[in-house]
């Protein structure tokens, strides 16, 4: 069952002709950096990112705790056993993993997808129980159900206590402060390559709220083939904690005619955007959301993010005034027309015309930021910034 669901993880962006070569040459170079002593992470953190991501499960299961970083000795450990009854949050959990039928391949008996369910809750509730200070949030066991189904209850329990401790460690606060403060990014990251999808987008009001189940999920709530979810994972995990709401923005921008042809409304754009496509070109996705990373990481956006619920406010007055004027969506789509002498391309996702860095650089530097970070989303940010706005992200206290 895993290596049909995964052998064909990801189409090549350049051809099918020599994809047979290059997955042979890829799966070479990810045994040579597994073999040596000691492993070669950075080489496996590229091979994730770069196209086709890591190709099978069986894979995955070798390199996943690579990335991870976790200590070869927790590997082999028996998951012990979970008193349910006696746990806080197992009700919710229950509830959760009862709803969560899709997130299986579809055919697979009814007897293995129950056997499924039932390691399902006990890794969650495994993982809350070793690690009180972490707190279940709905979505969660989307995220939980991933691993399960690639490398089993053994190795997905601990690989997801370690992902909850770091890359998920925000989005398992008692509040959600540090979940929407992540969202914040969202929009400095559109205003950078598209001013005018984000003005049409500050015009609507339609926050950020559209790309939460994207984040706290990482998009396996919300997309339907498993194959597209696994080479997600593969590129959020060689990366940098803050990855997923670069791609949650390349996604917003690749479908920038929609936007700024749709109503401009509060509801009807909010509505399009929660409804994210299915047949998205994944690699192109990933290979754009890691040039902006480069092009504009964290740390340069992090004061725009901090002070970003209170830019919205202070300019509500401002929209509400220019809505009684004129309507902002024929405005700007008014805007576009009159553009003097602009080439018909110009409708491409702005992200292409971006000056990029060589896809040897660009995969070394998205590597070594993913090593470089290990203390949750957004802490390179903080290191980087000047103290006076370091106490409002305050992650770990």
């Known amino acids: 069952m895993k290596t049909s669901r995964s052998d064909s993880t990801s189409s ?18 990810i045994t040579q950096a597994l073999s040596v002593d000691p492993v070669d992470v950075a080489t496996l953190r590229r091979m994730a990112i770069s196209e086709g991501g890591l190709l099978t499960d069986e894979i995955r299961c070798q390199v996943w705790p690579r990335l991870l970083n976790v200590p070869p000795n927790l590997l082999d450990q028996e998951p012990e ?39 399902l809750i006990d890794i969650i509730l495994r993982v809350l129980k070793r690690n009180p200070q972490l707190h279940y949030y709905q979505g969660y066991h989307d995220i939980v159900v991933t691993f399960l189904l690639v490398v089993g209850e053994r190795l997905a329990t601990v690989l997801v206590e370690k992902l909850s401790t770091h890359h998920l460690r925000d989005f398992m606060d008692p509040t959600m402060d540090n979940t929407k403060h992540i969202l914040n990014y969202l929009m400095p990251i559109i205003e950078r390559v598209n001013p005018e999808v984000h003005d049409f987008m500050q015009q609507a009001e339609v926050g950020t709220v559209f790309a939460l189940s994207w984040l706290i999920t990482w998009f396996g709530h919300v997309l339907s083939d498993f194959r597209h979810v696994v080479r997600l994972y593969d590129f959020f995990l060689a990366c940098h904690p803050l990855m997923p709401i670069y791609f949650a923005a390349v996604i917003v921008l ?20 929660s409804q994210i496509p ?21 740390s340069e956006l992090a004061r725009e993010a901090a002070a970003h619920e209170s830019m919205a406010a202070s300019t509500f007055k401002d929209f509400e005034l220019a809505s009684t004027q004129q309507r902002p969506d024929s405005v700007l789509r008014r805007r576009r027309r009159q553009k003097p002498g602009a080439p018909e391309s110009s409708a491409v996702s702005p992200v292409v015309a971006v000056a990029q860095p060589s896809t040897a650089r660009r995969f070394v530097r998205l590597a070594v930021m993913g090593l470089t970070v290990a203390l949750g989303a957004a802490a390179l940010a903080v290191v980087n910034t000047a103290l006076e ?9």
């Open 12 to 29: 090549p962006v350049n051809g099918r002709q020599d994809w047979g070569t290059k997955r042979k040459r890829k799966t070479a170079d």
């Open 81 to 119: 056993k979970v008193e349910r009854e006696d746990n806080k949050d197992y009700n919710q959990v229950l509830l959760d993993v009862q709803r969560s039928l899709r997130r299986f391949p579809p055919g697979m008996p009814d007897e293995q997808r129950e056997g499924l369910q039932e390691e």
């Open 254 to 273: 690749y479908r920038e005619e929609e936007v700024l042809e749709c109503e401009c409304d509060m509801a009807m754009v909010h509505h399009l955007l």
């Open 278 to 298: 299915q047949d998205l070109p994944y690699e192109t996705l990933i290979s754009r959301a890691g040039d902006l990373f480069v092009q504009f990481p964290p």
């Open 389 to 397: 706005w370091a106490p409002k992200l305050d992650l770990f206290p």
